[in-house]
């Protein structure tokens, strides 16, 4: 473990070798100054926080991930109406800068944090990609910024040299492929092909499906890894088809709508094979494929699903959304930040990451920001349970409980929640 493991990340955390699956704003109308609700805490020495909470958002507006970004950035705007409704950050009204991850194939994410942290910004909520991140965190960290994705799961990042900079309410991929690995086995599959895209994420959630597959009695017959962005995938596919598993997993990005029509052009689709889909393609394909396309396929999702109410109040801050991936996630880090600012009564980077464990975890339970915010005014020790799960960040900034959604998706190629399975990592 490179990351720095100081006083106040002295947490019982249990290590990924023993992991165990259990089941498995809006903008503030007002222009009245918020009235002072700054904890009593006293902020960190060397504390340099200019009074005012400002978050910036590194989420997808472009490249492959995009369908991700509308999500993502509700989560976020409905914490911060939250947030401000509730009186702010120490007695000030929580500021906000978009910006857009792109992804690995331009530069947009390099250029979108010079432009956040031109702007001053204490924490940064993204990047959804987790290559995305890894090409950025050091700038972010070492600007004394706090980092917090809602949607990275690459196992590469328990580990960063991060600084103690760096969170995530996304588990990782050791989780998720383990539920996935477990859901193609009890599906009644003893061979298994693995597509996986080249970068951190496909390869690391690949390997982690592998070793539930073969754990689990099963065999991977073939896995190939490929250039998401080449111009067609037959060769690859061809190389799955060789290998006649009865389930292939498809570990992808936007990539899979030209995918799925090779696998149905070579005679291994849906209708012949069981396929199974990821966080990073599980989306509803109704406008992308004919009809019946994708019925019977599976995927998996970190994180809950979204309530009926929770869908109802984002529609209110995006009324054109369409797709609610990961903005549990996205909310709950946007109120760990303000939470964490709250508690340290201070709004620099460093005091934020130096209360995001307590908040989290170990304290009074409260499940909003306002509840929250009148316990720390009473000098209480706060426990933050989130509308993605109980959150409780471990020595490595990763949540060391989450939830694992599985999907199915329908003639219509639209995916249908079916259960949850939970783990503790």
């Given at each position: 473990?490179?990351?720095?493991?100081?006083?106040?990340?002295?947490?019982?955390?249990?290590?990924?070798?023993?992991?165990?699956?259990?089941?498995?704003?809006?903008?503030?109308?007002?222009?009245?100054?918020?009235?002072?609700?700054?904890?009593?805490?006293?902020?960190?020495?060397?504390?340099?926080?200019?009074?005012?909470?400002?978050?910036?958002?590194?989420?997808?507006?472009?490249?492959?991930?995009?369908?991700?970004?509308?999500?993502?950035?509700?989560?976020?705007?409905?914490?911060?109406?939250?947030?401000?409704?509730?009186?702010?950050?120490?007695?000030?009204?929580?500021?906000?800068?978009?910006?857009?991850?792109?992804?690995?194939?331009?530069?947009?994410?390099?250029?979108?944090?010079?432009?956040?942290?031109?702007?001053?910004?204490?924490?940064?909520?993204?990047?959804?990609?987790?290559?995305?991140?890894?090409?950025?965190?050091?700038?972010?960290?070492?600007?004394?910024?706090?980092?917090?994705?809602?949607?990275?799961?690459?196992?590469?990042?328990?580990?960063?040299?991060?600084?103690?900079?760096?969170?995530?309410?996304?588990?990782?991929?050791?989780?998720?492929?383990?539920?996935?690995?477990?859901?193609?086995?009890?599906?009644?599959?003893?061979?298994?092909?693995?597509?996986?895209?080249?970068?951190?994420?496909?390869?690391?959630?690949?390997?982690?499906?592998e070793k539930s597959i073969t754990g689990g009695g099963g065999e991977v017959v073939e896995q190939v890894v490929y250039d998401p962005k080449a111009a067609s995938f037959s060769t690859e596919v061809g190389q799955i088809k060789a290998?006649?598993?009865?389930?292939?997993?498809?570990?992808?990005?936007?990539?899979?709508?030209?995918?799925?029509?090779?696998?149905?052009?070579?005679?291994?689709?849906?209708?012949?094979?069981?396929?199974?889909?990821?966080?990073?393609?599980?989306?509803?394909?109704?406008?992308?494929?004919?009809?019946?396309?994708?019925?019977?396929?599976?995927?998996?999702?970190?994180?809950?699903?979204?309530?009926?109410?929770?869908?109802?109040?984002?529609?209110?801050?995006?009324?054109?959304?369409?797709?609610?991936?990961?903005?549990?996630?996205?909310?709950?880090?946007?109120?760990?930040?303000?939470?964490?600012?709250?508690?340290?009564?201070?709004?620099?980077?460093?005091?934020?990451?130096?209360?995001?464990?307590?908040?989290?975890?170990?304290?009074?339970?409260?499940?909003?920001?306002?509840?929250?915010?009148?316990?720390?005014?009473?000098?209480?020790?706060?426990?933050?349970?989130?509308?993605?799960?109980?959150?409780?960040?471990?020595?490595?900034?990763?949540?060391?409980?989450?939830?694992?959604?599985?999907?199915?998706?329908?003639?219509?190629?639209?995916?249908?929640?079916?259960?949850?399975?939970?783990?503790?990592?």
């Amino acid at each position: 473990m490179i990351r720095p493991t100081p006083l106040w990340r002295s947490v019982a955390v249990l290590g990924v070798a023993g992991l165990v699956l259990t089941a498995c704003g809006g903008d503030d109308t007002s222009t009245e100054e918020p009235k002072d609700t700054a904890s009593s805490s006293s902020a960190p020495p060397g504390a340099k926080g200019d009074g005012t909470l400002k978050i910036g958002t590194l989420l997808p507006q472009t490249g492959s991930l995009a369908f991700l970004g509308p999500p993502e950035f509700a989560g976020v705007d409905l914490a911060l109406k939250d947030i401000n409704d509730a009186g702010g950050v120490n007695g000030k009204t929580v500021e906000k800068v978009d910006s857009d991850s792109g992804d690995t194939s331009t530069d947009t994410a390099s250029q979108s944090v010079d432009r956040l942290l031109s702007n001053d910004v204490d924490a940064i909520v993204g990047a959804a990609s987790s290559s995305v991140s890894l090409s950025v965190i050091d700038k972010i960290v070492g600007d004394g910024v706090v980092q917090i994705s809602p949607a990275n799961t690459s196992d590469e990042l328990t580990a960063y040299d991060d600084k103690g900079l760096y969170f995530r309410t996304a588990p990782p991929d050791v989780l998720q492929g383990r539920v996935l690995g477990d859901l193609i086995l009890a599906d009644g599959n003893s061979t298994v092909g693995i597509l996986a895209l080249q970068d951190s994420y496909g390869t690391g959630l690949a390997a982690s499906t592998e070793k539930s597959i073969t754990g689990g009695g099963g065999e991977v017959v073939e896995q190939v890894v490929y250039d998401p962005k080449a111009a067609s995938f037959s060769t690859e596919v061809g190389q799955i088809k060789a290998a006649d598993p009865e389930a292939i997993a498809v570990i992808a990005f936007d990539e899979t709508k030209k995918i799925i029509p090779e696998l149905i052009k070579q005679g291994i689709g849906p209708d012949t094979k069981k396929i199974y889909f990821v966080d990073g393609n599980l989306a509803n394909y109704d406008k992308d494929f004919d009809k019946g396309d994708l019925a019977g396929v599976k995927g998996t999702l970190p994180g809950v699903a979204s309530t009926d109410e929770f869908k109802a109040r984002l529609l209110e801050v995006a009324p054109d959304l369409t797709e609610f991936a990961y903005a549990p996630e996205s909310y709950d880090a946007t109120t760990l930040v303000a939470l964490a600012a709250q508690a340290a009564g201070d709004d620099s980077g460093e005091s934020i990451a130096s209360k995001m464990v307590e908040v989290s975890s170990g304290g009074e339970k409260c499940t909003s920001f306002a509840d929250c915010l009148a316990l720390l005014e009473d000098d209480a020790d706060i426990d933050y349970d989130g509308i993605s799960g109980p959150v409780e960040f471990n020595e490595a900034g990763d949540p060391s409980e989450a939830s694992i959604g599985i999907y199915e998706y329908g003639a219509d190629n639209k995916f249908t929640f079916l259960e949850a399975k939970a783990g503790t990592i």
